[in-house]
């Protein structure tokens, strides 16, 4: 079972106002949310100590919301609260992410819902950064960007040309003509590379070393860091790499910095690819992620590193619903 919640304010205490915004609010968050009848438990209403000419409740059934279990109640003064609103708590038997709506001058009571709500994951590879962030932007219902997905297409681009990444001149004219978009298709990324949907093919694991050794070149992540701020500017995201909190987003509200022990990292990694078909012995890839940690922390641009302000959180005996709770938790206490 999920809550939605809502708020409104009116002009005048008068019923023609209240019936109104009660209504305005009511339809906004059943359109918002594409929700059903069948779905609806029951509709709390409250409304501030000011509001006495008219019930929200009745006003929420002659809006036709009269099916369901309604509830009102009027709130205790407080000093300096906002005058005149109207809250609403929807409950809803669902899984998905619910969007909270705001009306009015009850905007000011979520400001986290107004303006761009970036959240800022970090971590070494298999530390479960990007399954946790895309379950936690399903839950809050914004967009998920995985950036280490923009690299392997760098990365994939070098394979494909045959490119010998240690070459700087050759990778600088790689980078110079290469085409790289994000895109969403139902909620999930698909990441374009020179028109192509490459979103599969970016996950082999020599393309995932070599995103490694290719994005230590300064102005491939100048190039990346670009597009990405671009992308957070204009979205509410979660972002998930190894330099989000220090490099791509350092003013981001939100940040966390998950890891794990290495071998522990190095059996998710392999279940991972055992279940995309990848045949790749244990051993190989406990190497790999070794290798790419060396090459993430010590390289000279942008390093995998810790956010002075960022939490960390050691997922090594953590499941993925335990991190994704702790992290909404931390999140739900700011906003």
């Known amino acids: 079972m999920k809550a939605i919640r809502g708020a409104t304010t009116v002009a005048k205490d008068c019923p023609e106002d209240i019936r109104d915004s009660v209504r305005e609010l009511l339809d906004a968050i059943f359109s918002e949310n594409s929700l059903r009848?069948?779905?609806?438990?029951?509709i709390m209403l409250s409304s501030t100590a000011d509001i006495t000419s008219f019930y929200p409740a009745k006003a929420a059934r002659e809006a036709g919301y009269a099916r369901f279990p309604?509830?009102?109640?009027?709130?205790?003064?407080i000093e300096g609260s906002l005058s005149r609103c109207i809250r609403v708590m929807i409950l809803v038997e669902r899984s998905k992410a619910v969007k909270h709506?705001?009306?009015?001058?009850?905007?000011?009571?979520r400001k986290d819902l107004t303006k761009t709500l970036n959240i800022?994951?970090?971590?070494?590879?298999?530390?479960?950064?990007s399954t946790v962030?895309?379950?936690?932007?399903?839950?809050?219902?914004i967009l998920y960007l995985d950036t280490g997905a923009m690299y392997r297409a760098i990365a994939l681009k070098c394979v494909r040309e045959n490119a010998d990444y240690a070459d700087k001149d050759v990778i600088k004219n790689i980078v110079d003509r290469i085409d790289i978009k994000v895109d969403y298709c139902n909620g999930a990324q698909v990441t374009l590379l020179d028109g192509e949907d490459v979103s599969a093919e970016i996950r082999t694991p020599q393309v995932s070393l070599l995103a490694s050794y290719v994005s230590a070149y300064s102005f491939v992540r100048t190039k990346m860091v670009e597009l990405q701020r671009d992308i957070a500017a204009k979205f509410s995201c979660v972002l998930d790499g190894r330099d989000i909190g220090t490099n791509v987003l350092p003013d981001c509200e939100f940040k966390f910095f998950l890891t794990a022990d290495n071998k522990?990292?190095?059996?998710?990694?392999?279940?991972e690819n055992v279940a995309k078909g990848i045949d790749q012995p244990f051993d190989e890839v406990l190497?790999?992620?070794?290798?790419?940690?060396?090459h993430d922390r010590n390289r000279a641009v942008a390093p995998l590193k810790q956010?002075?302000?960022?939490?960390?959180?050691?997922?090594?005996d953590m499941t993925i619903d335990e991190v994704v709770s702790l992290i909404l938790t931390k999140v739900e206490e700011k906003i």
């Open 264 to 271: 522990v990292r190095a059996k998710r990694r392999h279940a």
């Open 101 to 109: 709506i705001y009306l009015r001058e009850a905007k000011m009571l």
């Open 307 to 316: 956010a002075s302000d960022a939490q960390v959180v050691d997922t090594s």
């Open 287 to 294: 190497k790999e992620i070794e290798e790419r940690d060396f």
């Open 37 to 42: 009848l069948d779905e609806v438990v029951c």
């Open 70 to 77: 309604l509830y009102s109640s009027t709130e205790p003064s």
């Open 120 to 129: 800022a994951i970090d971590g070494p590879a298999g530390s479960g950064k």
């Open 133 to 141: 962030s895309r379950i936690i932007a399903e839950r809050l219902g």
